[in-house]
């Protein structure tokens, strides 16, 4: 931008630079605060001294005020050459003084010379503001890792201390007093200890598929598989350890299949840490005269799964937390859990490139929906 109030002066100017850059004009300095402040700042500014009602050292002060426009160099143009005139000038802020009248070299050197200092001291600015970025997400990174290995010793320590113990009584039991058991007896011991150690083996998997997911590692391997069989597997190994003699499994967890093709295109490990968290928790959260529901059809170019328990609910203030490590809803009580399955839900859908979303009512109970695309 070039501010003069002698039109010749901006004519002369504008013809001798716009060869090379985009010019503006402005015959006084309340036109070229109005310019500098618009959308698009000037680059550069030459800066006329002697001007009517604001000078070019009063214009100066206001663009090195203003943290907007107080990057943008400025060169002042004047007719005054005396040392105390340039000194004011540099000491207000310019980074150059051309005296008039102009010489054309000169000035299209010195405009050269500031661009590309400024272009210079821009891109490092850049990188100094990515640089800065970039520490900054390592550190909320490495924070984050910090709360997570922080929670996770908690969490173990709690978490393990229950299977541990069961273990070491079941041990105990049948090492002094295997002889007086009865077979059943000796049989719900060995059975404790396999339901203890499956536990603990659960616990270990979540955590290092949490481990894979947040180190994008988690693999995506998608094949043909049949969806209605994995299902009537993955209920099959829910309701294991559910039911009792006697019981119908179809009154503890019902599933409805509406699928023309059974065939689809799926990770079938992803499937089943979606399928098994959700229909685990629904059999866990539901009453046992109640029953849970699970739904699965085809809509469209989408798989849909909806997963609904009878349960207690998810209370609003857990739902924006649900699927973060480790977060469990404030209402589950001594409901035995990690926090780590829904995580492991959410990061295995998002895989598949696909969503998921829950609807909850305290009391009533919870539906997820799960949607992948084909």
């Known amino acids: 931008m070039v501010v003069d109030d002698t039109p010749a002066n901006l004519v002369l100017m504008n013809d001798l630079l716009q060869e090379r850059y985009t010019v ?51 060169i002042f143009l004047t007719a005054l050459t005396e040392e105390r005139d340039e000194q004011l000038g540099l000491e207000l ?26 272009q210079a001291r821009d891109s490092l600015e850049q990188r100094n503001r990515e640089d800065k970025l970039r520490f900054e997400v390592a550190m909320a990174q490495q924070l984050e890792l910090n709360n997570l290995k922080s929670t996770f010793l908690s969490m173990t320590t709690h978490e393990f ?24 007896e000796r049989d719900d011991a060995l059975e404790n200890i396999d339901g203890a150690v499956h536990r603990m083996t659960t616990m270990l998997d979540q955590v290092l598929t ?19 069989l994995l299902c009537h597997r993955l209920r099959e190994e829910a309701l294991a350890g559910h039911l009792v003699p006697g019981d119908d499994p179809g009154e503890r967890l019902a599933m409805a299949l509406d699928l ?43 798989l849909v799964f909806e997963v609904q328990d009878q349960g207690i609910g998810i209370p609003p203030d857990d739902l924006p937390r649900l ?35 829950v609807h909850s009512d305290v009391g009533v109970g919870t539906r997820f929906t799960i949607r992948i695309p084909q």
């Open 323 to 357: 699927f973060g490590n480790f977060h469990r809803a404030g209402n589950v009580g001594d409901i035995p859990g990690t926090g780590l399955g829904l995580t492991i839900v959410k990061r295995a859908v998002e895989s598949h490139g696909g969503s998921i979303a």
């Open 24 to 74: 503006k004009v402005a015959s006084s300095g309340a036109r070229a605060l109005k310019i500098a402040n618009g959308d698009r700042a000037p680059d550069l500014i030459l800066l006329d001294i002697m001007m009517p009602d604001m000078d070019g050292y009063e214009v100066c002060r206001q663009l090195k005020a203003n943290p907007k426009t107080s990057g943008i160099p400025i």
């Open 260 to 302: 023309a093709q059974t065939q689809v295109h799926a990770d079938e490990k992803l499937l089943r840490h979606i399928l098994g968290n959700l229909l685990s928790n629904a059999i866990k959260y539901t009453p046992s005269a109640a029953t849970a529901t699970f739904r699965v059809s085809k809509e469209g170019n989408e």
């Open 93 to 118: 802020g310019a980074v150059d003084y051309i005296t008039k009248p102009i010489g054309p070299a000169i000035v299209l050197a010195r405009v050269q010379t500031h661009l590309s200092l400024k």
């Open 210 to 228: 949490i481990g894979r997911a947040d180190a994008n590692l988690l693999e995506f391997r998608p094949q043909t598989i049949d969806l209605a």
């Open 161 to 184: 201390r229950t299977p541990l113990t069961s273990i070491l009584s079941a041990q105990v039991l049948l090492r002094h007093y295997g002889e007086r058991l009865s077979q059943q």
